[in-house]
């Protein structure tokens, strides 16, 4: 019998993450419901994993199933391409190593993801607490809010969004130049006491957001001011990191927003990036879950939840594919 997780917004997310990745058979083993991040079930079937994955995509036409140890050679080929620090790799080699059902490739790196990392998206619906994003100057927190913005406007939420960022010159106005085109108003906020009214104020939406002001990890002072001001509402910070940074730079970043209370990571840049390692071992030595990714500098894109089968599929894109394959194209 196989055991997996899945996290979802809603229920009926997780039901259908359940019956694409495990099959219509699956039975639901347990629900939890986690604050301001949805549910988490795990469900068991009999059958293989079924996932999203076509058995037999990645491979060559005409392959026949090959040994574990052959698949795993090709997973870790992909993980050295990505410059995933050898700790992580070899862990992830490890868990695939007790897989007995590995399926294809994609499917066989996705179970070790799964094993390792957690992954929670971001809500959707609606949180009882303020989303702050969070992170060091040019990860792309603007653009984050404005794309959540954007994705629960759409989705007929009622949203507030909030500001800090009111030192970096044009940091306002970009933001407001998005909450003018959703229709939203834009708090400005300089003090905890500003965060604590303009919160107040916005009980009734569904979703606050929070662009913070940027913050330097190596600055004692500046995170210890960010965290104060964060706790002046009940918030959870988001850390937006940007990919293809050098990996034990990004689990410093992460080790010092985590100590502030960050407990996930939105990856950004995947359209200019090639390279995930960095990003994955700062969310591992961090202890950070992963939750959504950006891949264009659109807002109308949007933030993409993230799963072990969609990060796989990045990973190791489909075989006869010549071009970098986008987060975009991997997802479909």
Do not use: W
């Not at 992909?78 to 695939?96: G, I």
């Not at 499917?107 to 390792?116: R, V, Y």
């Not at 607490?129 to 954007?150: E, S």
């Amino acid at each position: 019998m196989r055991l997996k997780t899945f996290t979802a917004p809603t229920m009926s997310a997780a039901m259908a993450l359940v019956k694409e990745h495990m099959g219509p058979n699956a039975i639901i083993v347990s629900t939890q419901d986690i604050a301001g991040s949805g549910v988490r079930l795990t469900a068991a079937s009999d059958s293989d994993a079924d996932f999203d994955i076509v058995p037999g995509r990645g491979r060559d036409e005409g392959f026949d199933a090959p040994r574990l140890e052959e698949l795993i050679e090709e997973a870790d080929a992909a993980l050295v391409r990505h410059s995933m620090p050898e700790r992580l790799r070899l862990r992830l080699c490890d868990a695939m190593g007790r897989e007995r059902n590995p399926g294809n490739v994609q499917q066989l790196l996705a179970s070790a993801l799964d094993e390792i990392f957690e992954f929670t998206p971001l809500p959707e619906k609606s949180s009882p607490r303020a989303i702050a994003f969070v992170g060091p100057p040019g990860a792309g927190k603007t653009l984050c809010v404005a794309k959540a913005a954007a994705r629960a406007v759409m989705k007929k939420r009622r949203v507030a969004v909030l500001t800090s960022d009111t030192k970096r010159a044009g940091g306002v106005e970009q933001l407001r130049a998005f909450t003018n085109i959703l229709k939203i108003p834009l708090g400005i906020i300089k003090s905890p006491e500003d965060l604590r009214d303009k919160f107040e104020a916005a009980r009734e939406a569904d979703l606050v957001f929070v662009d913070t002001a940027n913050c330097n990890p190596y600055q004692p002072g500046e995170l210890a001011a960010m965290g104060e001001f964060l706790q002046s509402v009940p918030s959870e910070p988001i850390l937006v990191c940007p990919a293809g940074v050098d990996a034990e730079e990004t689990g410093d970043i992460a080790n010092a927003f985590a100590e502030c209370g960050a407990t996930r990571m939105l990856i950004t840049r995947l359209d200019v990036a090639s390279r995930l390692g960095g990003a994955l071992y700062g969310a591992n030595k961090g202890n950070l879950s992963l939750c959504n990714v950006s891949m264009t500098a659109q807002v109308a894109d949007g933030l993409t939840a993230l799963s072990p089968v969609a990060l796989a599929k990045l990973l190791i894109p489909a075989r006869h594919n010549h071009k970098k394959t986008s987060f975009a194209e991997v997802m479909k």
